[in-house]
């Protein structure tokens, strides 16, 4: 069977993120896997950004998540909500 491509998404860009950390204990227990952690740092969603160009981490991104066989996806609970950084990289 074909190894399958795992990309963790955590909606926390903290080092010690308990979201994270949730991430890649899910991973481990799939076993062998393609495993890639998603870089969430990206630039705020702007328009004009966009129409100037798609920064190369979002079409990086972008291209991430089509090659994925599995997507595992973790926020923090941000005011009631997911997180800011999750939720722009939605965007
Ligand atoms: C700005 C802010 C808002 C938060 N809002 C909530 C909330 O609405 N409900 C909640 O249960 N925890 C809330 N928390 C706590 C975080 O969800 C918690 O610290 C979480 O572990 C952070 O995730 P991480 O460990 O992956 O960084 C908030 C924390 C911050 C910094």
Known sequence: M?????LGISGS??????NTQLIK???ASYGTA?????????PLYDGDLEAKG???MVTKLGAQ???ADVLIV??????????GVLKNALD
């Open 2 to 6: 074909a190894i399958p491509k795992i």
């Open 13 to 18: 860009l903290r080092e010690a993120s308990f």
């Open 25 to 27: 204990a899910a991973i």
């Open 34 to 42: 393609d495993v890639e952690i998603a870089d969430l740092n990206l």
């Open 54 to 56: 798609i920064p190369e």
């Open 65 to 67: 998540i089509a090659a």
């Open 74 to 83: 973790a926020s923090p609970e941000y005011n009631k909500g997911i997180s």
